[in-house]
């Protein structure tokens, strides 16, 4: 499946239904008068979060949503049925933002939560509402009112308790592929990870979310390499792991250039909990791995976990440290035991 994280879509409510102008021709009542129902109300355009949809590719094939309009009224005072709801599924974390790509008009957090986007227009009156006492056979119907129309657009953010962030070939795919059942593309050159990858972990009786984040680069914020579109999917995570590739020539330049890149972005992601992660251990001395942690150390002011993603070093060690940050919730995924 492919994954997209923005789409522009058109949705119009229905329109309501027109009054019915008529009169009652019955047998035996002389005098029979108007008899001219209100037509229904349009269907709305509501949102919906549901929890097994991940992406937006669905609205690539489709940009154009229409909701059923009302029913005219008919003969007899009956009022015509109500266009149905028009209901729009999307992934758990989609934001609904406004033509202008800056007003939010929804943020949709939770499993099951919904956005009225269009209200249907409203039916219009029958003839038979418009009787009185001076006006005993109105031949006034009115037409139903238009739905509303809107362009919205939709941004998902990946609600994930941990994402993954570092240079690109830091082994931030190596490692979802060994904490979760996730099978990220792995290969030995930059860029490998184009677009987000999710996968779920359990350890010590606590299911966990990863996000494996594409790689930054210095200059991402100035759109450089892939930029920072997919930064906005690390803004709901609760801790953020940083991978350092350990056989990089200068580890705590690497870390400086992605910490500078969050700062430069914003949203607070440069403020959020952070672990420290000297990956791929396994290819160094023990002599350079401890060197190269106490470099870290000293800049970081921080703890430095080391690891190795491929060999299954240190990772239970370093999710474990990273589950006070996570308010617990279950999850309804099929998670991977992490063993120590």
Avoid at 170 to 190: C, F, H, M, N, Q
Avoid at 288 to 295: C, G
């Amino acid at each position: 499946m492919k994954f997209l994280d923005e789409a522009k879509i058109f949705i119009k409510a229905g329109d309501g239904g027109n009054g019915a102008c008529s009169f009652r021709h019955e047998k035996y009542i002389e005098f029979g008068g108007p008899d001219g129902g209100d037509g229904g109300r349009g269907g709305h355009v509501i949102f919906q979060a549901v929890q097994n949809l991940n992406t937006l590719i669905d609205f690539r094939y489709q940009q154009h949503f229409k909701a059923p309009r009302g029913t005219n009224g008919m003969g007899r005072c009956k009022t015509g049925p109500s266009g149905e709801n028009l209901i729009i599924k999307v992934p758990v974390g989609t934001e609904i933002v406004a033509d202008d790509r800056e007003t939010v008009l929804a943020d949709l957090m939770q499993d099951g939560q919904t956005y009225l986007a269009a209200r249907g227009g409203n039916g219009g009156r029958g003839n038979d509402s418009f009787k009185s006492s001076t006006n005993q056979a109105p031949e006034r119907a009115d037409p139903g009112e238009p739905g509303e129309e809107l362009w919205v657009w939709l941004r998902l953010k990946l609600i994930a308790d941990i994402g993954l962030i570092g240079l690109p070939n830091a082994g931030k795919s190596t490692l979802l592929t060994a904490l979760t059942r996730a099978r990220p593309k792995i290969a030995d050159y930059p860029f490998t990870t184009l677009h987000p990858h999710l996968g779920v972990a359990a350890i010590d009786g606590r299911e966990v979310l990863l996000a494996d984040i594409p790689g930054l680069i210095e200059g991402a914020s100035e759109g450089t390499g892939l930029g920072t579109h997919f930064l906005k999917h690390v803004e709901r995570c609760s801790v953020l792991i940083h991978l350092i590739d350990a056989t990089a020539e200068d580890v705590c330049d690497s870390y400086r250039i992605i910490r500078t890149e969050l700062s430069k972005y914003g949203h607070q992601l440069a403020d959020k909990p952070e672990l420290i992660a000297l990956n791929k251990i396994d290819s160094l001395t023990q002599t350079d791995v401890d060197q190269k942690i106490r470099e870290l150390a000293k800049i970081t002011r921080n703890p430095v976990f080391a690891i190795s993603g491929i060999a299954h070093t240190g990772i239970a060690d370093l999710l474990r440290a990273a589950i006070p940050f996570i308010p617990h919730q279950g999850r309804h995924h099929d998670p991977k035991e992490i063993d120590d």
